[in-house]
């Protein structure tokens, strides 16, 4: 079996989610699961995260079937991480009902042997202390280190997010978390401070409002792509970061254009990921949809 | 004298505003203020309005320097339309203090026998029923008549409000005006919408994140310009709609690729004006300020 080329570390979860096009309830989610599916369209993941003894044997059945490296998934004693959230008409803000963190709440993360050498790693959204300990296993520095995170961290524990982005190469954050972090109104100085951190590269994700990336002396802009039915939002930002890496894992370079044609990919997988519930419509998409609908991107853009 | 290239029909005010990096008040603001300076930059405008006997004189002064037809601009007995209002931290939010309507309670239009063969026609923010005075006046049907409109008349005339966008050939407002328009979350439906009601182009303005062009096969998008120091949103979308019309003006072509750069251009010259309070900022600024950050916008989308 070929080593994976990315491993991705985050939450694996059964959300229950209503928007105003639909509800599912205990649907397989989570950012590892999003980025890893994502990723998988590109390259030979690795998910690690924790299930606890109720998670639906099926579902991990599936991801393999994906190609996706599930041997770092521990299952614990306890119940699953359980989101539940809905969406109003404005399908940009996610409000939250019930976290049930089960065995999130005891997780000790331990990087496989067979996976220390991974060279691309992304660390999707849990606690900053876990996406550390993670990257303090790997055997030598990874080709590349990306880092995401939530507002519930930030808010709980500000320098452990910050101290996370510092040791990894890349800042990856939606727009509202840039700003809530660095204390700004302005996404051009947040990024600025990603940069600061020892960061080549800042990604902000800016949901439906598409996705900039920026090195010291470079912008870049990618729209969203212009979606008639967006179903359910969850998971949309994941399956660009894992799109993102699974580019950049595929292709081995991190030059600046290549890291744009890696934002357009992941741009184009959020999208997909967006007109279903869970990972519904990823799941009907190959990668010829894929590449056509980011052919669409630069005609879009054009001018 | 050259016969104006553009007729521009809008608010004409004394604007009162703190955002958190400064305060001005009393100075000059409105809609077709601002739309009519963007438009100088590129053709000769003319702007219709009223001001109050308390209108400082040396604003028209400054708008006739620059090239402007004032010869529609109605001094009446009152006092000038005055907007006072604040943003926080969220600039893409404006919060109104106090509106006084003042000269613009009576307002009515009239286009004046030099202006009735205009070719393009720009109805910035004001009631629906005096843009379609001001529509129903013209001579022969305007190369091009753009409406903008506001949350404001949405409530309180979306019967008026339709009606114009029919009776225009390009609907333009910002993305949560097309929202509550259209009642509908997703901007691609409301543009649609726009498109149905007999026009053949729908433009939608997203503040900080660009904007969105749709005809009935096509689409564009394009970034805001990344700006680290906003100071002041207020007239951003104005200033775009008036480079947007006066680009178009000078040219006088309405292809597809065309109405693209107009598109860019009229985002150049908001990023600009959103740089300063007031028009401070555009009035520092030459026509090569505009066309080197023009082509800036295209390195910056480039994949």
Redesign the interface.
Known sequence: MPAPDVLIVGSIALDTIKT?FGKVKDALGGSAVYAAYAASFFCKPAIMGVVGKDFPKKHLKMLEARGIDTSAVEVSKGKTFRWEGFYD???NIAHTKKTELGVFKHFKPEVPETLRNTGFVFLGNISPKLQLSVLNQMEKKPELAVSDTMNYWICKDRKGVLEVVKKADMGLMNDGEA?MLFRT?????AA?EILKLDSEFAVIK?G???C?LFTKD???????Y?????LDPTGAGDSFAGAFMGYLAKTRSLTE?NL??A??YGSTVASFAAEGFSLGNLRNKTFGDIESRYLQ???????
Do not use: C, Q, Y
């Not at 212009?226 to 967006?230: A, K, Q």
């Not at 991107?297 to 001018?303: C, N």
């Open positions: 105003p008409f404005d399908l700003r109104g302005s996404l051009v100085k600025r800016k439906e409002h598409g900039v470079t912008h870049f802009a990618a729209p969203g212009p979606l008639e039915n967006v254009p744009r044609k934002v357009v991107f630069r005609k879009i853009v054009e001018f």
